[in-house]
């Protein structure tokens, strides 16, 4: 079994379509661990703040399988990719970490994202699996958040199975 991370996020009805990724995640994985919900400015383009949290969990599967499997779920909640790749989304997906494979391609396929940079990726991994450790950098994922520009800045936290939308600061 493999140790996968994971990064969601939604601009679209988030607190309807990141619940119900989640619980796709849990029917065809298993046992899972999921991170809060953090509310983010958009990055690469003007549009609504995005909603991200992330998600631990073992696989036997291949990353290629992984990959295949996650555009689908994707797709099945209402991702349209016939746009620019920085635009407004329902769902989306990714493969952070896949154990600790260094992947550049082929395609879009890069184990870790590159997006690990941005705190609406880093934050939530780091509270899942703080102890992580970065096959690039060597680094845990909670030293790379200690030394993040936005660590101990508050973020708001959005909660997804709520029926109304609850806010509140954390750090």
Known sequence: MT?????????VQ???????????????????????AYRMPAVGFDGPDFVNNAVLMQTGMDLAALDHWLHALED?????RSGSRLSDRTLDVDVVFFGNCIVDGPGHLRIPRPELKHAFVLKPLTDIAPDFVDPLSGQTLAALWKAHPQYGSAMTTVALDAVELQLSATQ
Do not use: C, K, M, W
């Open 14 to 36: 988030p607190t309807r379509y990141l619940p119900l990724a989640v619980a796709a995640l849990r029917a065809r994985f298993g046992q899972i661990e999921v991170s809060p």
């Open 76 to 80: 099945a909640h209402g991702r349209d």
């Open 3 to 11: 140790t996968v991370l994971l990064s969601l996020g939604s601009n």
